[in-house]
């Protein structure tokens, strides 16, 4: 098996694959809709493990997967979409090319520990063990335009050092939600080489969408699938 891996911009953007709901073009190659999953994303730390069934969730009248965040799949052929727009994407998949995972992880799933439990779903369900997994995080706010309420951030920080990480307060009441997803990856066990990070932030970029910058309604997608040699 071979991985294709997609961290976004604004081409292709989600609302016009909604828009169409059809076939999509992601550079030179064309994703079948009827083979894509799409989870509803409800800031949840919630893990979804994708059947045949669930292809072509998300489009016409197949319903987006419930609650969850994150998606988990050893089926060839089937692509797993995540869509952001400041949260950031976090792209999973083993060494052997025999499983995917796509996670959702903003400010509330980073405080719930989506990406250390899609770790932990994938070696309870699958026997992968964490050392034998490689993570991609993508485009995501940074935390120099990420300020939030001092309510938020206790809550935010109360939680992550209940995980045994302490986030970066170098910068008052500002949530580096990559700094800690990368944490939470190596915690989970997943060793730092493993662990690529595209280092953008969607505030600043002018590739990328970004709700706090201009509080658009779209998203980029992310993508992830295992394909035949």
Same mark, same amino acid.
């Given at each position: 098996?071979?991985i294709?891996?997609?961290?976004?911009n604004r081409?292709?953007?989600y =609302? &016009?694959i909604? @828009?169409?709901?059809t076939d999509?073009?992601?550079?030179?190659k064309k994703?079948?809709?009827?083979?894509?999953? %799409?989870?509803?994303?409800?800031h949840?730390?919630?893990?979804?493990i994708?059947?045949?069934?669930?292809? &072509? #969730?998300g489009?016409?009248?197949h319903?987006?997967i419930?609650?969850?965040?994150?998606?988990?799949?050893d089926?060839?052929?089937?692509?797993?979409?995540? =869509?952001?727009?400041?949260?950031?994407?976090?792209?999973l998949h083993d060494r052997?090319?025999s499983?995917? #995972?796509?996670?959702?992880?903003g400010r509330?799933?980073t405080?719930?520990?989506?990406?250390? @439990?899609t770790?932990?779903? !994938?070696?309870d369900?699958?026997? %992968?063990y964490p050392?034998?997994?490689?993570?991609?995080?993508?485009?995501? %706010?940074?935390q120099?335009?990420?300020e939030v *309420?001092?309510?938020t951030? *206790?809550?935010f920080?109360?939680?992550l050092q209940?995980? &045994? !990480?302490?986030?970066d307060?170098?910068?008052? =009441?500002? !949530?580096? !939600?990559p700094?800690c $997803?990368f944490?939470?990856l190596?915690?989970?066990?997943?060793p730092?080489?493993?662990i &690529?990070w595209?280092?953008?932030?969607?505030f600043?970029s002018?590739?990328?969408f970004?709700?706090r =910058? *201009?509080?658009?309604?779209?998203?980029? $997608?992310?993508l992830?699938?295992?394909e035949?040699?």
């Amino acid at each position: 098996m071979k991985i294709f891996c997609h961290l976004g911009n604004r081409v292709p953007d989600y =609302r &016009g694959i909604m @828009k169409e709901h059809t076939d999509f073009m992601v550079g030179n190659k064309k994703i079948p809709a009827s083979r894509v999953v %799409i989870a509803e994303q409800t800031h949840s730390d919630q893990a979804h493990i994708c059947t045949e069934a669930d292809c &072509g #969730a998300g489009f016409h009248d197949h319903p987006q997967i419930a609650t969850a965040d994150a998606l988990i799949t050893d089926i060839p052929g089937q692509y797993l979409l995540i =869509r952001t727009a400041d949260c950031t994407p976090i792209l999973l998949h083993d060494r052997k090319g025999s499983l995917v #995972a796509a996670i959702h992880s903003g400010r509330e799933g980073t405080r719930k520990n989506i990406a250390g @439990k899609t770790v932990k779903a !994938i070696a309870d369900n699958f026997g %992968i063990y964490p050392e034998d997994l490689k993570a991609w995080i993508g485009a995501g %706010i940074c935390q120099r335009h990420y300020e939030v *309420d001092a309510a938020t951030w *206790d809550a935010f920080s109360a939680s992550l050092q209940d995980q &045994g !990480i302490e986030p970066d307060m170098s910068l008052p =009441r500002h !949530i580096d !939600i990559p700094g800690c $997803i990368f944490q939470q990856l190596t915690a989970a066990g997943i060793p730092s080489c493993n662990i &690529g990070w595209e280092q953008i932030c969607t505030f600043e970029s002018p590739l990328h969408f970004s709700w706090r =910058r *201009d509080a658009t309604n779209n998203r980029q $997608i992310n993508l992830i699938g295992l394909e035949y040699e």
